[in-house]
């Protein structure tokens, strides 16, 4: 059995850039970079973009290999669009507050108290979550996707709390919310929020649906990831007060450099980069290297769970036909 190189094996004088190209040439790879991720991993990556738009064109491609710098439901999503193809996570350890917040077990079980709901899941989950939902929605389809169905029909909606009370809140749907947060977008202080509106009184203030309630409420827009940037861009020249994981602001600082953006602490005097995601920035270069050099750590998935939660997936994609994803 070959010995999978380590960190420690690393030569320090290789130009991990180079030899990622090199790599990914070799091996007829695509490199996908969530927009959470470090800005090196942005530049190197094909496609930089939300989860399921990521893994949506990684499977449009000719690519045998795809390595994913994201977290591991993300890579899972991948596999489950693109099961012929070889997954790669550069750390495994890359998890989601969310997903976790979720086991499968106590999913299925509270489903099974509420047989009458139809379970809606946010796509922040792992795909033994998604293959005991029925539909799965992203924080850009939800609200088109819930309007959809019909107004007698009772919804669970999980694992995102927050994200089921805004949905609940602009539908008009009450839904049985299941109590998971995501832990970058529950901790920002709404006290130093509003110093930085008092002390920026022309920053329009964006924020993502993940977060709490009393935090969105002082929000001029409120989207997704992809939809923040695109506001940021088409609002431009302009200063933004941005209430998301603060990687994003390296895709906006590209589309504008006049931009002014202002990042929200968690907690009152603590750094903003104290807000960034812990398992996003598990991801590296240098893991990004290792991983296609040993070809691991890939994600695989049981057959019939990758089918039942591409069914959610697909039921998902036929609703929001229409839907800017």
């Given at each position: 059995?070959?010995?999978?190189?380590t960190?420690?094996d690393?030569?320090?004088?290789?130009?991990?850039?180079?030899?990622?190209?090199?790599?990914?040439?070799?091996?007829?790879?695509?490199?996908?970079?969530?927009?959470?991720?470090?800005?090196?991993?942005?530049?190197?990556?094909?496609?930089?973009?939300?989860s399921?738009?990521?893994?949506?064109?990684?499977?449009?491609?000719?690519?045998?290999?795809?390595?994913?710098?994201?977290?591991k439901?993300?890579?899972e999503v991948?596999k489950?669009?693109?099961?012929?193809?070889?997954?790669?996570?550069?750390?495994?350890?890359?998890?989601?507050?969310?997903?976790?917040?979720?086991?499968?077990?106590?999913?299925?079980?509270?489903?099974?108290?509420?047989p009458?709901?139809?379970?809606?899941?946010?796509?922040n989950?792992?795909?033994?979550?998604?293959?005991?939902?029925?539909?799965i929605?992203?924080?850009?389809?939800?609200?088109?996707?819930?309007?959809?169905?019909?107004?007698?029909?009772?919804?669970?909606?999980?694992?995102?709390?927050?994200?089921?009370?805004?949905?609940?809140?602009k539908?008009?749907?009450?839904?049985l919310?299941?109590?998971?947060?995501?832990?970058?977008h529950?901790?920002?202080s709404e006290?130093?929020?509003?110093?930085?509106?008092?002390?920026?009184?022309?920053?329009?203030?964006?924020?993502?649906?993940?977060?709490?309630?009393?935090?969105?409420?002082?929000?001029?827009?409120?989207?997704?990831?992809?939809?923040?940037?695109?506001?940021?861009?088409?609002?431009?020249?302009?200063?933004?007060?941005?209430?998301?994981?603060?990687?994003?602001?390296?895709?906006?600082?590209?589309?504008?450099?006049?931009?002014?953006?202002?990042?929200?602490?968690?907690?009152?005097?603590?750094?903003?980069?104290?807000?960034?995601?812990?398992?996003?920035?598990?991801?590296?270069l240098?893991?990004?290297?290792?991983?296609?050099?040993n070809?691991?750590?890939?994600?695989?998935?049981?057959?019939?769970?990758?089918?039942?939660?591409?069914?959610?997936?697909?039921?998902?994609?036929?609703?929001?036909?229409?839907?800017?994803?």
């Amino acid at each position: 059995m070959t010995k999978l190189l380590t960190e420690k094996d690393i030569d320090p004088t290789l130009d991990l850039e180079a030899e990622i190209k090199r790599l990914k040439k070799e091996m007829n790879a695509v490199i996908l970079a969530h927009y959470y991720q470090d800005d090196d991993l942005q530049e190197i990556a094909d496609f930089v973009g939300d989860s399921l738009d990521l893994s949506r064109k990684a499977a449009a491609t000719d690519a045998e290999v795809i390595v994913f710098c994201g977290v591991k439901f993300m890579a899972e999503v991948a596999k489950i669009l693109s099961p012929q193809k070889l997954v790669l996570l550069p750390d495994m350890a890359a998890g989601c507050s969310l997903e976790t917040s979720c086991p499968a077990p106590e999913f299925k079980k509270f489903r099974a108290e509420h047989p009458d709901h139809i379970a809606l899941t946010y796509i922040n989950c792992s795909a033994d979550v998604k293959a005991a939902s029925d539909i799965i929605v992203t924080s850009s389809n939800a609200e088109a996707i819930i309007n959809q169905i019909p107004a007698n029909q009772p919804i669970i909606f999980s694992p995102d709390k927050h994200l089921g009370a805004y949905l609940s809140h602009k539908t008009g749907r009450e839904m049985l919310l299941w109590d998971g947060t995501c832990q970058v977008h529950d901790q920002f202080s709404e006290k130093e929020l509003v110093k930085l509106k008092t002390r920026h009184p022309k920053a329009k203030t964006i924020a993502h649906p993940e977060c709490p309630q009393h935090i969105l409420r002082h929000a001029e827009f409120v989207g997704s990831t992809s939809q923040l940037i695109k506001f940021a861009k088409e609002n431009a020249p302009n200063e933004f007060i941005v209430l998301t994981e603060p990687g994003i602001l390296h895709q906006m600082k590209k589309n504008n450099p006049d931009n002014i953006f202002y990042d929200v602490p968690g907690t009152e005097g603590s750094c903003v980069w104290c807000n960034a995601c812990p398992y996003m920035k598990l991801n590296t270069l240098e893991k990004l290297y290792l991983c296609m050099v040993n070809r691991s750590p890939e994600i695989t998935l049981p057959e019939p769970t990758r089918l039942k939660a591409k069914q959610s997936l697909d039921k998902m994609l036929e609703m929001s036909v229409n839907v800017n994803r």
